[in-house]
């Protein structure tokens, strides 16, 4: 098996890539079958495969642009001791979710597809949000943390947020809502103070998604805490 190492080298490989290499479309798919049938390859989405086993590295690899963020971003960056059992990806469209290594990969379908970076895990690529744009995320698609106490989490237990690069995104963003409401979170739990980067209206908006009941008016930000 040495000979076909080169499976390993990325968390996915496709077809296409499988037949290059071979030189042989009609070669690569008995090929194919075969890594299948010895459980080198395993199968993901129609003409994509991954010989690698984890879920992270692969969940991020499969579609393009795409990248870990919600609650699976929060775990990998230790704001929460919960373990998900999804890996929720942020991506361009929505995609039929794919089972791997016993997870559900999910795919959120997310207008907003910046704001992520590419690290090694181990010796392959993962992309994942940055820290400032999970805080964003965060309230821009709240049921993909779980609950709310998952977003003050986030909050509560970021280190080393750049507030500049925050505000960069927020301004990109151009939703007076969620500054609000990231503004407002980060001042709690943070001392940052975002305030003067939007105009705050009379209009007030709720910080908890996941409640029914109005909540407490904070005066400053005018959101329903």
Not at 53 to 67: E, G, K, L, Q, T
Not at 154 to 159: L, P, T, W
Request: proline share 3%; hydrophobic share 35%.
């Amino acid at each position: 098996m040495k000979e076909y190492g080169w499976l390993e080298k990325t968390p996915v490989i496709k077809f296409n890539e499988i037949a290059r290499r071979l030189k042989s479309r009609s070669y690569a798919k008995v090929f194919a079958h075969r890594m299948m049938k010895k459980g080198v390859l395993k199968k993901l989405i129609r003409g994509v495969y991954t010989a690698s086993r984890d879920v992270f590295s692969v969940a991020s690899n499969i579609y393009h642009p795409s990248y870990i963020s919600f609650l699976s971003a929060s775990y990998l960056y230790g704001f929460t001791e919960t373990i998900p059992g999804r890996v929720c990806i942020a991506t361009g469209k929505k995609h039929a979710p794919v089972e791997f290594e016993g997870y559900a990969i999910e795919f959120e379908a997310f207008e907003h597809t910046w704001g992520y970076h590419k690290e090694k895990r181990g010796e392959q690529d993962v992309f994942i949000v940055d820290v400032e744009k999970l805080l964003i995320d965060a309230f821009l698609k709240p049921k993909a943390m779980g609950n709310f106490e998952e977003i003050i989490n986030v909050f509560e237990n970021s280190e080393g947020i750049n507030v500049e690069r925050l505000k960069d995104y927020l301004k990109k963003l151009g939703s007076n809502k969620i500054y609000r409401q990231v503004g407002c979170m980060l001042e709690k739990y943070k001392g940052i103070d975002l305030k003067g980067l939007f105009p705050i209206d009379k209009n007030y908006y709720k910080l908890n998604s996941f409640e029914n009941k109005k909540g407490k008016l904070d005066k400053k930000w005018r959101v329903l805490a």
